[in-house]
């Protein structure tokens, strides 16, 4: 199937069909996931004292207006993790709640320096998570990966060293990340930590042109050689880049209630996912933090979908691109778009 020969959905399946079809997601912050109502039962597990009287307090402290102040929060709120068991149970509830948007596959970011700070080892991070991925391939049918993100906001120096702690559980996550503040912290001031990623073999990928300009998305290709750009919206002002991530199909991993939530857009109607896909990019839809920003996978999905106007062409090529994007091999990804064109099939 291509978008060329996909059956006829009408308008009023596209919801039914939106939720049905199989996706990957590659774009989201296990940290990000943790909900109110568990921040809350794990400060009390821990002892750990929060700043908020309730949970409905601290929803509504959920009001940001840029991404600087989304990260103040989100990284109050991830204080509370300090066992194995915390960091399990956080991805074990994203996992689930993934599965039951028909998410088949996810790549998930995870912030090890915000738990290092606080005196919390990478290995209790990693496994925690990494037993939460093994569980979700048995139990839920999802495969799930991790990748380590660099907190752009510290040093270079800093993400050697975590990288460091990280290389004896190599096996557990499939490559690197940046992200966190981005105006004035470009992808160079990581290029030789990155550098160092590549001769590991891990995958690289960067968080660029969310708030920053086109020139960091030029960079994190040409200085960081990523993979795939995390974001990358800002792209779109200018043509050049344009061309560039069309002729590579360099993947974009796309937020928009994120984008909504952080300001990015001032509405989700003036979005410009469809001018990504337009122009030929490998955009991708992705619920970056779900806890934070309003709605998990098919949330998002649904959204967009009403405030743009895309179809079910759209709803195809979104989700084949989710697997063109991601880091599997080319056997598992033949399955997903077979499972794919099946769900299209019972539209028709
Ligand atoms: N960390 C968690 N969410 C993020 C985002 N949207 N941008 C940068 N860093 C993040
Ligand atoms: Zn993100």
Known sequence: ?????????????????LKAIPKAELHMHIEGSLEPELIFALAQRNGVSIPYASVEELRKAYAFTNLQTFLDIYYAGASVLLQEQDFYDMAWAYLERAATDNVVHTEMFFDPQTHTARGVPVKTVIDGLHRACVDAKDQLGVSAALILCFLRHLSEEEAFAVLEESLPYRDKFIGVGLDSSEVGHPPEKFARVFARCRELGLHLVAHAGEEGPPAYVWSALDVLKVERIDHGVQ??????????LAKDRVPLTVCPLSNL????????????????????LVATINSDDPAYFGGYMNENW???FAATGLDARHAWQLAANSFEGSFIDASTRKVYMDRLDQAFAQFA
């Open 261 to 280: 939530k952080l300001c990015v857009f001032p509405d989700l109607k003036q979005h410009n996912i469809r001018t990504l896909l337009d122009a030929g």
């Open 1 to 17: 199937m291509s978008t060329n020969n996909i059956p006829h959905v009408a308008p009023e399946r596209l919801p039914e069909l």
């Open 235 to 244: 792209s779109s002002k200018d043509p050049a880049l344009m061309a560039r």
């Open 302 to 304: 649904l959204q967009t």
